[in-house]
């Protein structure tokens, strides 16, 4: 019988011995245990680090074993992914079976349109997937490109292309959710070549330079069940008939009968947003948030966190998450936090600079950084946008893109007015004591001054937090999407056959939650029988 056990705590020693490590759990268990038969089959469930007590920082383990004793433990079950089976109506083709005409189609290769592609693919159906970006090789050719030069391809740039936005991140696959369909995701990955330590990390990660191995070998995996991917492919319209979408029309207005989309399109395609629009699709304005990045040294952080700074070379780079609610109620927390790593220039449109971070799979770099956000409420958004956006309306869908837009481009204005041609900078020294700072200056006033009611309060959480040489780079907007789309119980929106899928339509935040979404999205396809392109 298999028994889960938790909270055994290993010292950095026994923590560094990996060799010896399920041999080091094992004793433990007997110990804890008081066991006198033998256990077998030790298996790691979680991995954490506790680091409440500085500098006596633990590693801390959840594991099943199996044993013959009787033991008052909760039983162990392994978390299985069980795709569903669709039943075809009388006289169409099974859904592991269809016709070799007809196949769904998926807009958008990241997350969840890559998983979305991935279990259709497995279910026999052939998926044609159009991504208006590039395959991972040539899209770093081209954001490196941006980054060195200046000169920015609207195509394909830090959120499209394949893998989406998290291609160019610290490929953080923590979430919030709780869904067997995790347990896929992480397996998927691993399968793909990801370290087999993601499948029970508190906080896995897989680093932006492993991400760009891993994603073409899903991509292979996809190709090699019947399923297409046409890059540099962008979704430009669709038609619909009595309701439903008919057809997708490309860029190069290619015409491909669809009676079945899934929209994976991420939360920067605008100008699909605006066509759904055109066409009567259902969108709603979602609160979001505004910010910058914020960046310490590692150490410093590593010095805060373990007390010990040396304990980064046993339990890795340290991170952080820290909020804080101000007076007026407005929230204001870090996100995407990247250990070791760097601030990047994130823009897929030009004239409009956004910020975020990326970190390598061994988070080595000299600096720490992560998103400082405020919260944006729906009711902020007409008030911010009125006089540059065409006095856009409280009740417009898309009034959160124009708001993005607003500050983007300040951001660039910005850069170009201290002519460095590149993000705005500045110091929390500064930016507090100066209203025409150059990040502030990029910032709704609300933004600024939840930043500055919050940062001594997330000093006194993390020591050294609001130094005065922490460096803020604007401006962040992409943490999630200003727009959602809603869906009915079988995911489909207000138009028949479109199904909205991951963190662009609203619905999901973060790799995994997105790919975890695309396949919610392609068990719907697959149990409503919605076989849907002639190719």
Same mark, same amino acid.
């Given at each position: 019988?298999y028994?889960?056990i938790?909270e ?7 923590y ?7 041999k080091?759990?094992e ?17 790691i469930?979680?991995?954490?680090i506790?680091?409440?007590k500085k500098p ?10 199996s044993?013959? =004793? ?5 039983? %162990? ?43 259709l693919a497995e ?11 590039k395959p991972?090789q ?7 490109r941006? %980054?060195?030069?200046? =000169? ?8 499209f ?22 347990r896929k995701?992480?397996?998927?990955? *691993? ?6 330590? !993601? ?5 896995p ?6 991400l ?9 995996r996809?190709t ?5 991917i ?5 979704? =430009? ?9 008919s /057809? ?7 015409v491909?009968p ?19 629009r055109r ?12 910010g ?5 040294? #590692? ?20 991170s ?5 609610r ?5 929230g ?10 760097? *601030? !990047? ?7 409009? %600079? ?6 390598d ?6 600096y ?22 065409g ?7 898309l ?12 951001? %660039? ?6 002519? #460095?041609?590149?993000?705005p900078r500045?110091?929390?020294g #500064? ?20 930043i500055? =009611?919050?940062?001594?309060?997330l ?20 943490s ?6 809603p869906?009915n119980?079988?995911l ?14 609203g619905? /999901? ?5 997105? /790919?975890?979404?695309g ?5 719907a ?5 919605? !076989?849907?392109?002639?190719?």
């Amino acid at each position: 019988m298999y028994y889960q056990i938790n909270e055994i705590r290993l010292t950095p020693e026994e923590y560094m011995d990996r060799e010896n490590r399920e041999k080091i759990l094992e004793r433990k268990i007997r110990k804890k245990l008081r066991l006198r038969g033998e256990i077998r089959d030790v298996k790691i469930l979680r991995e954490s680090i506790d680091a409440r007590k500085k500098p006596e920082v633990r590693a801390v383990y959840s594991a099943a074993f199996s044993c013959e =004793e009787k033991l008052q433990l909760k039983e %162990w079950t392994p978390a299985v992914y069980r795709r569903p089976e669709g039943k075809a109506p009388s006289g169409d083709p099974a859904p592991c079976d269809p016709n070799p005409g007809r196949r769904p189609v998926i807009a958008g290769f990241g997350p969840a349109g890559m998983f979305a592609a991935l279990i259709l693919a497995e279910a026999g159906l052939r998926p044609l997937v159009l991504e208006r970006g590039k395959p991972c090789q040539e899209r770093i050719r081209d954001v490196e490109r941006f %980054w060195t030069t200046g =000169e920015l391809d609207p195509e394909s740039n830090v959120q499209f292309g394949e893998g989406g936005a998290g291609t160019f991140s610290d490929g953080k696959l923590t979430t919030g959710i709780r869904d067997v369909r995790i347990r896929k995701v992480l397996e998927e990955l *691993v399968a793909a070549g990801a370290d087999p330590e !993601i499948l029970y990390q508190q906080k896995p990660h897989i680093g932006t330079d492993r991400l760009r191995e891993i994603l073409p070998n899903i991509r292979r995996r996809v190709t090699e069940l019947g399923g297409q991917i046409r890059f540099s492919t962008r979704l =430009e319209d669709i038609r619909t008939d009595n309701g439903r979408i008919s /057809a997708v029309i490309t860029g190069s207005g290619q015409v491909i009968p669809a009676s079945c989309l899934i929209l994976a399109i991420g939360h920067s395609a605008e100008d699909t947003f605006r066509m759904l629009r055109r066409h009567g699709v259902e969108m709603i304005p979602k609160p979001f948030s505004i910010g910058v990045r914020v960046e310490h040294l #590692q150490e410093k952080i590593d010095r805060a966190q373990y007390g010990d700074p040396a304990l980064a070379e046993v339990f890795g780079p340290a991170s952080y998450k820290l909020n804080h609610r101000c007076e007026n109620g407005r929230g204001v927390y870090t996100f995407c936090m990247c250990p070791g790593g760097r *601030v !990047i220039n994130a823009a897929s449109a030009p004239e409009h %600079w956004v910020t975020n971070g990326m970190s390598d799979s061994a988070r080595d770099g000299k600096y720490a950084n992560s998103g400082l956000l405020v919260d944006v409420r729906v009711e902020d958004l007409a008030r911010e946008t009125s006089s540059e956006a065409g006095d856009a309306k409280a009740e417009d869908p898309l009034i959160g893109l124009a708001f993005q837009q607003k500050y983007e481009h300040l951001a %660039w204005e910005e850069s170009r007015r201290q002519g #460095q041609g590149d993000l705005p900078r500045t110091t929390w020294g #500064q930016f507090q004591k100066d209203e025409k700072d150059p990040v502030r200056v990029c910032l709704p006033a609300f933004a600024a001054e939840g930043i500055c =009611e919050a940062m001594p309060h997330l000093g006194r959480k993390l020591s050294g937090f609001d130094d005065e040489d922490t460096r803020l780079t604007a401006v962040e907007t992409r943490s999630s999407s200003p727009v959602r789309i809603p869906r009915n119980e079988g995911l489909e929106s207000s138009l028949a056959g479109l199904i909205p899928a991951g963190e662009g339509p609203g619905h /999901a935040g973060g790799i995994v939650s997105a /790919a975890v979404d695309g396949i919610r999205a392609a068990e719907a396809v697959i149990i409503n029988n919605m !076989i849907g392109a002639i190719e």
